[in-house]
Structure formats: C-alpha cells, structure tokens
C-alpha cells in the first residue's frame, strides 16, 4: 500500500464498487417493482376479462368460484372464455363449459404446472363476494376503501361487478421468479466486467499519472547526490506538468547558486590571498633584514590589512543577511544631511580621481526610519563602485527626493556604465562589471550584494538603471517616518 500507484488504482476500484453495487441494488429493486406491477396489471386485466366473457355467456357471475381458482400472471396465461354466443359451449384454454353452468356440471379445468396462484376476489353489481379469495368470504359485502385495488367489470358499458386484487396475488410464479434471476444474473456479470475494466483502468491511467512522479524522484534522488543539473520532461500543463516545471526551475537555480558559490568561493580566497601575499612578503624582509620599517612599508602593510578587514566585515555582513540576523537601530534620518555625510566622505577620494561629487536633495523631504550607519555603507558601496568606474572630469551625483512609497535616493555617475549581459545579476555576490579594475582597487566583489541586503533589511528595493558607455543609475527607495507608521 506504500505504491501511490496501487493506491489510485485501488481507490478508483472501491468507487467502481460502490457505484456498481449502488445500481446493481437500483436496478434489482426498478425492475422487480415494474415487474411485480406489469404482472399485476395484466393479471388482473386477463381475469377481468375472462369473468367479462364468463357473465356475457351465462348472464350471471353465479357459480364462477368453481373454475376460477388459481390464475397466471404472463401475458397468455390469462384463462379466457371463446364462444360466439350462449348457445355455444365455452372453452378455457381446451376445456368445454357446457351451456347448462348448474353445479352438478362445473368444468374441470386443467392448468399448467408450476402457474404461480394468483388471487383476485369478484364482487356482483351489490358488492355481495361471488369469488371469495384472501380474507374476502363468500357472501360478505365488498367495502371499497378497505381494498387494495379494484376496477370495475364492464360488460356492454354496463358495470356488473367489481375485481378486487388482494394479497396474494402479488406472489410471483417459478417463470416470474427466473425471469428475474436471469436479469439479475445479467446485471451480476455486467458489474463484475465492468469492475475488471476499471481495475485495468485504474491500473494504466495511475501508472500514467505517476510515471512522471518517479521521474522526478529519481531526479531529485540525482540532486542529494550532487549532480544538481537535473530536468525532467514536462508532458503535460496539468498540475504534476506545473511540479516538473518548478523542479526544473529550482535545479536551474540550484546550479546557478552552485557555481555561483563556488566562484565567490575563489575570488574570496583570491581576495584574501592577494594581501597576506603582500603582508608575508613585507614580513619575511623585515625579518630576514633585506628591508628597513620604514614608515611607508608600515603603511602599505597596514593598508593591506585594512583591506582584510574590510572583506571579513563584508562576509560577515552577508551571512547575517543571510541568517536575517541583520540588527537595525531605526531611528528618524535627515536625507539631506544623509547624503552630505556620505559626499564628505569620500570627497577627497573623487578630487583624487578628478571626479566631481555634488549632492541634490529635495526639500521639505520627509524623515527616513532607518539605521543610519548601514545607510552610509550602502551608500558608500555605490559611490565607491561609481568612482571606480567613472573617468576623470566625470561626474557623481547623489539625489534624494520624494517617492510613492517614501524616499528615493539616487546614486548616479556619467562612467562606462554596465554591460547589458551583466546588468540583470549586477546584485549577485561576485559580479563583476570590471574584474581586472575590481582587484587593481582591492574590491571584494560584495558591496552591491551588501547594498541590497541592506536596502531589504529596511523593507526597501534597490534598482540601476545604465546604458553601456552613458554612466549608471542606483536608485534606493526606502520608507519614510510617514509611510512606516
């Protein structure tokens, strides 16, 4: 029971067998009512007419208990009287009724074995019992209400008594009793066939239905084990179509994170790698005596080891991010005065570069609920990132002004730009618009990771917007004071 396939299949056979045993009982109980009241009416209906031509023979219904005492129920079992007049004598069924009906020379009928005993009691025009049969005693007088059923015996469109159905003519015969065996038997053999057929059914439609849930198991199988590029063929639109479709998307991703990891992976170390090469090698002279601790030796090793630090605060940085353990001290941040900061800090650094940085903020702009430090340092990665990428007499612009959802501040630059096949994962960790630059600068790849990690923790969005040779566009758009209360 563990197979999703013999489950479907044995659930769809329990339904098949519910239903089955549902008409097979809907069936045997329609018919066996119609039956009983087909049989009734034409038994009642034979008899009627056979005491019709009784009394049209003998003028009476007197005497007619001595040969009407068991009836059929078939259609042609009905006992009728053939004659063309009182001065003929009367047959039933091969018997002669001689024209003197006195009692002495009642006819001795004949029935067919086996007939099943149908009863009708007969009233005369009076409602006296002439017929006496189940609880209606010959003489008694006939009380309508307390019958069955009736109908009246017409003779010439003159009612001369009453047929009055009672108990016992609802008893079926040994031919009724097969008859109906046989249809049940029928109806047996066709619910059995036809729960064969949706075992079958059942079978091939839940192996069709689950093959491609194997497939993906054994796919997914493929990928604990590590051989991540897994996809599986997506054969219909239905909602397993949709679940193949979504595996494949996520084995996509989880090779492109893969590779990804593996690639920061390397720059990191080659990151780390290039300044403790540098630090060693300041060290081992220093300790060997082929160098003197000159002051700007001491500065060069120092500034490595800054740069160290900076790429451990980075990776430290992401795996909070990661861990959305990033701790926040929101408070109400001046936008203007935001962007000031951020331009005085690296203001030397631009007129290094030959770069003019200017700020342009908005007025009346309101508060921004934001930790102001982390704002600085995702600031500071796209002004860092601009001057790296912005030649001389090029200019950076940082903006604020307003927007739908609070504050937009914008970093802006009039540099090379960004390629356009790296534009969509320049916030990928290790992207790179410009690798050989990024390490000549001592960059770790991070800062725009960082950036949006930073912008999310704030229930921000971060975009860029660049033509390759026209600059690039950092837009942040953060909430205000206003708009987070």
């Not at 063309?84 to 006819?107: I, K, M, N, Y």
Request: hydrophobic share 45%; with cysteine; aromatic share 4%.
């Amino acid at each position: 029971m563990r197979s999703l396939r013999t489950r479907w299949t044995l659930a769809l056979v329990a339904v098949c067998l519910l239903e089955a045993v549902l008409v097979f009982a809907a069936v045997r109980i329609g018919t066996q009512r119609a039956f009983d009241r087909f049989i009734r009416e034409q038994a009642m209906t034979g008899f009627a007419e056979g005491a019709a031509d009784y009394y049209r023979v003998t003028g009476s219904l007197d005497d007619i208990e001595a040969w009407v005492e068991r009836r059929g129920r078939r259609s042609g079992a009905e006992r009728r009287f053939n004659g063309d007049g009182p001065q003929d004598s009367v047959r039933l069924e091969g018997e002669r009724l001689p024209r003197d009906t006195s009692a002495s020379r009642r006819p001795i009928r004949r029935f067919r074995r086996g007939e099943p005993p149908f009863r009708f009691a007969l009233a005369d025009h009076d409602g006296r019992i002439v017929l006496p049969a189940g609880s209606y005693v010959m003489g008694d007088v006939f009380t309508p209400s307390e019958a069955i059923e009736t109908r009246p015996l017409v003779v010439d469109s003159d009612t001369v008594g009453t047929v009055i159905r009672t108990a016992e003519s609802q008893e079926l015969g040994p031919a009724e009793q097969r008859f109906l065996k046989e249809t049940q038997a029928a109806v047996s053999w066709a619910v059995a066939a036809a729960l064969l057929v949706a075992l079958l059914l059942g079978y091939l439609v839940a192996r069709a239905t689950t093959r491609p849930l194997r497939t993906l198991t054994a796919a997914t199988e493929a990928v604990a084990r590590g051989e991540l590029e897994q996809t599986v063929p997506v054969r219909s639109r239905d909602e397993v179509g949709q679940l193949a479709e979504a595996f494949n998307a996520m084995s996509v991703r989880l090779a492109e994170a893969h590779a990804l990891r593996r690639r920061m992976t390397a720059d990191v170390a080659h990151d780390l790698r290039t300044p403790l090469s540098i630090l060693t090698g300041y060290l081992e002279a220093l300790r060997d005596g082929t160098l003197a601790a000159t002051p700007e030796r001491i500065a060069a090793m120092h500034t490595e080891a800054d740069h160290l630090g900076r790429l451990v605060e980075d990776l430290r940085t992401l795996a909070l991010a990661d861990a959305n353990e990033l701790t926040l001290h929101r408070r109400p941040v001046n936008a203007d005065a935001l962007l000031h900061r951020v331009a005085e800090a690296f203001r030397p650094e631009a007129e290094t570069r030959g770069v003019v940085l200017s700020v342009e903020a908005a007025e009346d702009l309101p508060p921004l609920d934001a930790d102001a430090d982390r704002l600085v340092q995702v600031l500071g990665n796209l002004v860092h990132n601009a001057l790296r990428h912005t030649p001389i007499r090029g200019q950076i612009t940082l903006a604020a002004r307003r927007h739908a959802e609070g504050v937009a501040l914008v970093v802006a630059d009039t540099g090379e730009g960004i390629p356009a096949e790296v534009l969509p994962h320049i916030f990928e960790r290790t992207v790179r618009a410009d690798t050989a630059r990024a390490v000549e600068d001592g960059a770790s790849g991070l800062g725009l990771a960082i950036a949006r990690s930073l912008v999310e923790a704030h229930g921000g969005t971060i975009a860029v917007k660049s033509t390759e040779g026209e600059g690039a566009t950092f837009m942040v758009v953060l909430p205000s004071a206003e708009t987070s209360t």
